[in-house]
C-alpha cells in the first residue's frame, strides 16, 4: 500500500468513528503517574446545558497498574455547591479472566470510558473525582477525565 492509500484509511476511520457529538471533555493528569488518595480532580460545568446528555468518566492508566479495577468517588453540585449526588462506581479495568486491559490504547497506555450510572441534573456545575482504593498513592494512572455528549 502506497501513502495515499494510508491516509485515505485513515480519513474514513476518523470520519466513521466520530458518531457521537462531545459536547465536554476534559482530562486532569496527576503527577509521577499516581493518583493521591487525597487529591480531588475537580471538573467545572457550568456554562454546559445537561439536559438530555450522557456522561462517562475516563481513565487513562498503563501496565504498572496493580489492580483490575478502580473505585472511584463521583460527587456532582449545584451552584451552591450543594452535593446532587454522590456514587461509589467500580470501573473495571482489566479483564477479569485474560488480565488483558480494557478500553483504547496504544503501547503501554490505555484509557477506558465508563458511563456514569446516573444522570447528571441539570444544575450541575461541577464533577469531583477522588479514588477509593484504599492506597495511599495509586500508581499507574496517568489521568482521569470527564466526557459530556449528545
Request: hydrophobic share 40%; proline share 3%; net charge negative.
Amino acid at each position: 500500500m502506497n501513502k495515499s492509500t494510508y491516509l485515505f484509511l485513515a480519513l474514513v476511520f476518523l470520519f466513521f468513528s466520530c458518531g457521537q457529538r462531545r459536547v465536554y471533555e476534559e482530562f486532569i493528569s496527576l503527577e509521577n503517574q499516581s493518583w493521591n488518595i487525597s487529591d480531588s480532580l475537580q471538573f467545572e460545568l457550568e456554562a454546559i446545558d445537561l439536559t438530555g446528555k450522557k456522561a462517562l468518566i475516563a481513565l487513562r492508566f498503563n501496565e504498572e497498574y496493580r489492580y483490575s479495577n478502580c473505585y472511584i468517588r463521583v460527587i456532582s453540585r449545584d451552584s451552591t455547591r450543594s452535593i446532587l449526588a454522590n456514587k461509589l462506581l467500580d470501573i473495571p479495568l482489566f479483564d477479569s479472566k485474560t488480565g488483558e486491559p480494557l478500553g483504547d490504547g496504544f503501547g503501554s497506555t490505555f484509557t477506558k470510558y465508563d458511563t456514569l450510572p446516573f444522570s447528571i441534573p441539570n444544575h450541575t456545575v461541577s464533577i469531583t473525582l477522588l479514588q477509593y482504593m484504599r492506597t495511599e498513592h495509586l500508581s499507574g494512572i496517568e489521568a482521569a477525565g470527564i466526557k459530556i455528549i449528545d
